[in-house]
């Protein structure tokens, strides 16, 4: 008796251990209709929020459809979706219409990296969705953002998937309730649980290859954000590397599998991208001066950035093929996006300097 009496408090505290251990891993999606903050877009568009209209009824169907998206795909307890603010990744839902130059373009936006996505309920309401079909619509792009807060990129699935092209995705689509993570999806996301941070690296470092997400234009369909597809090929001397970009806590994320493999990159971000290639024990990343990068195919709608990108790293052996012109070959969508140099630090400051000459020089005329 005494032994057991002894024992069971030890059981209890493992116990204990466990479920913190569980809880820990839990992933939280803080859904906040109460908003009137500022935000700023993947584009680096600024808004400032609005309260949102629904009803508590609409509310809380927007929460449960979120939560049996990640149900659906990760099974019970692994995502808990809540209202608030906060949390792991936060999604304000906007009451307004999408700001400047976006209003009318889209329906939501992934958001800066580390701060709240955002989907735009005026938007929703504005091209004839109400009632349930509001909140439901509502809560199916919520659940597409939180996927890029988690890494997920788009596709061009048809019919479509959870993740694919806002653009591609219509109206009564939207309104059928059917979209579903894929397979895929569904991998990157449970790799996912596991990391500091899923989201795309957002800066502007020496060696960064420069994305800019540019302007959608020619949809026919509201998108769901702002993005820049290129298709990727990966060429590799060894079965066993991966290519990939490191994200801002330093993770490195992998996109594409092995040699010779031909997958998808989404940006969703207006950044300098830090790409890398793990290969075993081996890490090669851009900011690490570790590779280079040329760039071809100036976009004919924005000259001042290239639609191709072939970023070479290890000394050439893995060669990462970017190209964006992909999006023109779809009579509904192309963009102003490209990629080019991002700037070093160096090269800011003194053209910092240089405008405060010319500023100066200017002041002593008057």
Known sequence: ????????????????????????AQKKIKVNFDSTDNYTESDNVKGKAQ??????????????????????ALGGGK?????????DAEIIINGGRAPG??????YGDAGQPGKPGVVHEGEFKNNGFTGDELATAIGESAAHEAGHKFGLKHNKDNPPSKMTEGGKVTTPQRKADSRNFTPSDITTLKKSLGLASAEQKNSFMMADLGVYVGDPNGFL????DTYLN????????????????ITGTGEFVPVGGDQFTDTGMTFLYTA??????QDGANLYTLEQGQGNFTLTSPNPFNPNVFLIADVFLGGGQYHIHLDATNAFDDPDYYTTGGFFTAPEPGTLLLL????????AARLRRK
């Open 1 to 24: 008796m005494i032994a057991f009496a002894r024992i069971r408090p030890l059981c209890v505290l493992a116990l204990l251990l466990l479920a913190a251990t569980v809880a820990s």
């Open 51 to 72: 309260k949102s209209g629904l009803t508590p009824a609409q509310k809380a169907i927007v929460i449960k459809k979120i939560q049996e998206e990640y149900d659906t």
């Open 79 to 87: 995502v808990k979706v809540e209202e608030g603010s906060g949390g």
């Open 101 to 106: 130059k976006n209003q009318g373009k889209e």
């Open 221 to 224: 369909w509201t998108p769901d």
């Open 230 to 245: 290129a298709a990727s090929s990966f060429f590799s001397s060894s079965i066993t590397a991966q290519f990939g970009y």
């Open 272 to 277: 300098g991208a830090d790409l890398a290639v």
């Open 352 to 359: 910092g300097s240089g405008l405060m000459l010319i500023f």
